[in-house]
C-alpha cells in the first residue's frame, strides 16, 4: 500500500525544456512535501520543499506546485540542463514521519 | 560542517556474518533514521530514533538492530546477514521542528553473497 506514488519510473526531455514530474499521495494527513534529487552512488539531496499551506513554491528553475483536493504535487524544471539528469524522489511527511515515492529517473537530453 | 556521514561505502558480506553500519551527524538533530532502497523501489524506513536512548521500528526492522547512545551516533547492526539484506543503506537525520527537512548520508552498499 504505496502512500507515496510516482507512476511514472522515467522520463526523458530535452535540453531547454520543461521537465515535469509528477507525484500523488492518498494519507490527507501529511503536511509537508519534499522533492529530492539523486546521482548514482550518492545520497538524495534536498531539492525544493512546500508546506500543505501553500500551493506553490519556487527556487530558481525549480517550481513545486501542490493541489491538495488532488493530492497531487508536481515539480517543474525550467530550463532543463543536462545536469538536471538524475532520480528525483518525491517525499511527504507527517511531523517526522517521512514517506517517500519510488522516484522517478530523468533524462535531460543535449 | 560534514552533515551525515556513512561508513563503510561499500561492503561484501557472506551469509550468516554479521557487520554494523556506522552513522554520525554534526548538526545536533534530534531524529535519525536508517533507510534501504531496493531497485526501482523507495526508501523504505528500517529504523528511527527520536533521541539518545530511544529507538523505534520502521517499515522494514526484521534482521537489523540499532542502538541510540549519543546524539550523534546511530549505528545499523545485521546480524545473520541474508542475501535478502542486498541493498543500499542511507542513514538520515532532522530537526524536530515540523516541516523540516531530512538530510541523508551518501549511502552504504552492502551485498550478501
Known amino acids: 500500500d504505496q502512500q507515496v506514488k510516482q507512476n511514472s519510473p522515467s522520463l526523458s526531455v530535452q535540453e531547454g525544456r520543461i521537465s515535469i514530474l509528477n507525484c500523488d499521495y492518498t494519507n490527507s494527513m501529511f503536511d509537508y512535501f519534499l522533492w529530492y534529487k539523486k546521482y548514482p552512488a550518492e545520497g538524495p539531496t534536498f531539492l525544493i520543499s512546500?508546506?500543505?499551506?501553500?500551493d506553490k513554491n519556487e527556487d530558481g528553475r525549480f517550481t513545486v506546485f501542490l493541489n491538495k483536493s488532488a493530492k497531487h504535487l508536481s515539480l517543474h524544471i525550467v530550463p532543463s540542463q543536462p545536469g538536471d539528469s538524475a532520480v528525483y524522489f518525491c517525499?511527504?511527511?507527517?511531523?517526522?514521519?517521512?514517506?517517500f515515492g519510488p522516484g522517478t529517473r530523468l533524462s535531460v537530453l543535449p | 560542517n560534514a552533515g551525515v556521514t556513512q561508513t563503510p561505502k561499500f561492503r561484501i558480506l557472506k551469509i550468516g556474518q554479521s557487520m554494523t553500519l556506522q552513522c554520525t551527524q554534526d548538526m545536533n538533530h534530534n531524529y535519525m533514521y536508517w533507510y534501504r532502497q531496493d531497485p526501482g523501489m523507495g526508501l523504505k524506513l528500517i529504523y528511527y530514533?527520536?533521541?539518545?536512548?530511544?529507538?523505534d521500528k520502521g517499515e522494514v526492522p526484521n534482521g537489523y538492530n540499532v542502538s541510540r547512545s549519543t546524539t550523534e551516533d546511530f549505528p545499523l547492526r545485521l546480524e545473520l546477514a541474508a542475501p535478502s539484506q542486498t541493498s543500499v543503506y542511507f542513514c538520515a537525520s532532522s530537526y524536530i521542528v515540523s516541516g523540516n527537512t531530512i538530510y541523508f548520508g551518501e549511502g552504504s552498499w552492502l551485498t550478501v553473497v
Open positions: 530514533s527520536v533521541g539518545a536512548g530511544i529507538t
Open positions: 517525499a511527504a511527511s507527517e511531523g517526522q514521519n517521512f514517506v
Open positions: 512546500i508546506s500543505s499551506i501553500k
